[in-house]
Structures are given as structure tokens and as C-alpha cells.
């Protein structure tokens, strides 16, 4: 049982808002991690996970290209198998007012499309759509973007134990 | 020529930043400034106003259901509304506790309603409008003095095209 946390990043804020997700997933014992740019992502690993978390900087107040494009192929085929699986997003900008929901919320739209069942940053992060931070994570981040991870996780597993209750 | 700007204020943030963007619009000579919580709205005070500033807390991420219901009243006289130069503003609780998607909401509204909508300008920096979360501070203040500066100088340049 697994996350895939993937993440495009340019000036490396997303990348370390990442690391603070993909170490909050690791904090759920039974679930690994797989933390990965954008960019070496393939569709296999897609499809291998249970929960997807990616993230974005802000361009133009959406996802980067590089992320839409991830999306963009695994609605041209593969959207059967990408059902189910639980799905979360994180963003960085310039500005506190920059993007960052609207970013997430892209994300988001794009997984519900795939049919992932999404959620939100839990009540302990305190935010609508997951976590996001303007410049680099501060330590309030890097604790928001850890309980998010581990959020995430545990759905994981508790949709996984649904699943194999179901087929007995 | 006057630029009407509207909110709904639970705690006094979202008001406190309505006044900072109609000091804002009155640095503009020539355009005047009403400033109303959307509770005392008329339909005629929107009619009436060259531009429109909406503003409100992020409630579920959305503008609160006092100011929805003000744009669900307009919506069968939406050709009084067009090309009014329209702009947003939102207040909340969190870093990401909707503040954008709140002044989205408003922007597509007004859109709808046919208005010329527009952002913050450059300087502020934001995508959408000004959002503050919690009690607005001094960049806050700065960033609404500039969006009402540019909602004026649109209504002005719109007025004399």
C-alpha cells in the first residue's frame, strides 16, 4: 500500500512542501511513500498507487503545465484505473493571494474528473483545500503539509481495509 | 461618476478593509465613493454606481449568503449592470481558508451579470482582488488603497471613451 507525492518545482518550495507531505504519509505505519517530480513520473506509477498527493507553484493561478500534463494522459485511457484511489493537492505562490487555492482547486478538479476520491488539508492544518504556503514552507507549513500527508495516508488504509473486507 | 463599494462584515475585518479601498477610490479626482454594508443595499444604489467593489468573509470558501443573495436579486436586471467596472475583496481565518476562491465567486457574479471585471493591480501583487486573513495590517491597507485607486481610474477612463 503506497502514495505517490508528486510535485513540479521550480525554485525548490514546492519540492520542500513535498517532503513535509511524503514524510507525513511515512508517520502511518503500513504505508509507504513515493516521492517524485513531475517530470519522471509515468503513467505505471499513477496506477501503482493508492492515494495520489501532487502539487504545483501558482502559474496563472492554475497548475503548471508540466502537472496538467500528467493529468492529461491519464484521462486519455486510463481513467478506468485511476478510480478510487484517494487524491490531495498542495501548492506554493509569490504572494499570500497569488494562486494558491485556486491551484489547489485545479488540482482537485482534475482528480475528481479521473474519479479519485478527494480531500481537503485536515482540521488540524486549518485550510479549505489543502496545504499551500507563499515563498518557502515555514514551520507552520512544514506542520500543516505533515498532518496532510498523514491524512491522506490513513484514508489509504482505510479504504484499502474496506476493499478487502468487501471481497471476502 | 461614483464607485459603490459593498460588504458583509461578521467581525469588522472585511469592513475595516471596505474603508482602506474607498480611501483608495477617493485619491482618484472626479469619482466619488459610497460605502454600504449589503444589508442597507438598494437594488437602485447598484444601478446607480459607475463601479462596483464587493468584499466578504470566505464562508466554506464562498461569498456568505448575504451578499449571494444581493447579486440572486439583480438577476433578471442584469442588462443594468453591464459594463460596470466590477472588482472583489475577502477576508479569512486561514492562509488558505478561501480567501481567492471567495473573490472568485464574486468575480464570476459579476461577470455573469455582465460587468468588466477586474484584479488588484501590479503592485499589490494578487491574482484577484485584496484578501486579508484575519485583521487586515499595513500591506493589507496599502494593497486595498491601490485596488480602489484602479476601480476609479477604470470608471474614469470608461466614462470619457
Known sequence: ?168 | MHVLIVHHSRTGNTEKLAQAIAAGVKRVAGVDCVLKPVAEIELEDLFAADGIIAGSPSYYGTMASELKEMFDRIFNDRPKMLDKIGAAFATAGHPTGGCETTMVAILEAMLVCGMLVCSDPPQAGGHYGVGSVGVPGDREIKWANLLGERVASLVLKMSSS
Not at chain 1, 517524485?36 to 498527493?53: H, N, Q, R, Y
Not at chain 1, 484517494?86 to 482537485?108: K, N, R, W
Not at chain 1, 514552507?137 to 484514508?155: F, I, N
Open chain 1, 1 to 168: 500500500m503506497h502514495v505517490l507525492v508528486t510535485y513540479h518545482s521550480r525554485t525548490g518550495n514546492t519540492r520542500a512542501l513535498a517532503e513535509h507531505i511524503a514524510e507525513g504519509v511515512r508517520s502511518m505505519e503500513g504505508v509507504d511513500c513515493i516521492l517524485m517530480p513531475v517530470s519522471e513520473v509515468t503513467i505505471d506509477d499513477v496506477l501503482a498507487a493508492d492515494g495520489l498527493i501532487a502539487g504545483s507553484p501558482s502559474y496563472y493561478g492554475t497548475m503548471a503545465a508540466e502537472l496538467k500534463r500528467l493529468f492529461d494522459r491519464i484521462i486519455s485511457g486510463h481513467r478506468a484505473q485511476t478510480a478510487r484511489k484517494v487524491g490531495a493537492a498542495f501548492a506554493t505562490s509569490g504572494h499570500p493571494t497569488g494562486g494558491l487555492e485556486t491551484t489547489m482547486v485545479s488540482i482537485l478538479q482534475a482528480m475528481l474528473v479521473a474519479g479519485l476520491v478527494v480531500t481537503g488539508d485536515p482540521r488540524s492544518a486549518g485550510g479549505h483545500y489543502g496545504v499551500g504556503c507563499a515563498g518557502k514552507p515555514d514551520k507552520h507549513a512544514a506542520s500543516w503539509a505533515l498532518d496532510h500527508g498523514r491524512q491522506v495516508a490513513e484514508l489509504v488504509a482505510q479504504h484499502s481495509n474496506k476493499q478487502k473486507q468487501a471481497s471476502r
